[in-house]
């Protein structure tokens, strides 16, 4: 599990009781975050509340700039972490149907989950409609594996496909980040709402 497998050796289940640690303590802060109340996540798509917005692009960065120092301590080996491989229109196209999924529904998987955990119905139906779309994706693969299988780039770093070094791109995506942080503040000021902290 990251770096603690570099200093130290664990068995499997050490490694995968770690990692369900992990998974619980995520869940548990994106519900204390607020990410279990579909008026918060829609409102990053209507601009009242771009909470969504900071706190993810914040953890990617956190993430980002983090692996690198660990790889730099030689506390985490980079070569071994996992990139997904890259397949160019089924990507753009599972982006918009989440997208979609994401301001109809109110949830994404994560924060479904975690709505889930404290007896959401709504976010019960999301869960279910999500399974009911990856059941009739399995059904018909035969029918759309030449464009589900389409236009592979294999596992790329967008670092690489710029020509950046990954310290100058980490650079950028900081700058990127708060200049994003400055229009997410004029957005909630321009789209700002009444009190919309009581949940659905």
Known sequence: MGPV??????????????????GIGFGFSLEQAGFSSSRKLVGMFYGYDTTVLKVFFTAAIVALAGSQFMGYLGLLDLTKVFVNEY????????????????????????TGLAAI?????DAMVFFFGGLTGAFIFAETYPL?????????KG????????GLSPGV???????????????????????SRPDISADI
């Open 5 to 22: 497998s570099s200093l130290i050796s664990l068995p499997g289940w050490a490694n995968m009781l770690i990692a369900v640690a992990i």
């Open 87 to 110: 397949y160019v229109l089924p990507a753009i196209t599972g982006g918009v149907i989440m997208g979609l999924g994401f301001v109809v529904g109110g949830f994404c998987p994560g």
């Open 117 to 121: 955990s404290i007896g959401k119905i």
């Open 144 to 152: 759309i594996k030449g464009f589900s299988d389409g236009t592979y």
């Open 155 to 162: 596992p790329v770093r967008i670092n690489e496909t710029l």
């Open 169 to 191: 791109f980490t650079f950028l995506l900081i700058i990127a980040a708060v200049f994003m942080f400055w229009l997410a503040e004029k957005a909630e000021k321009r789209f």
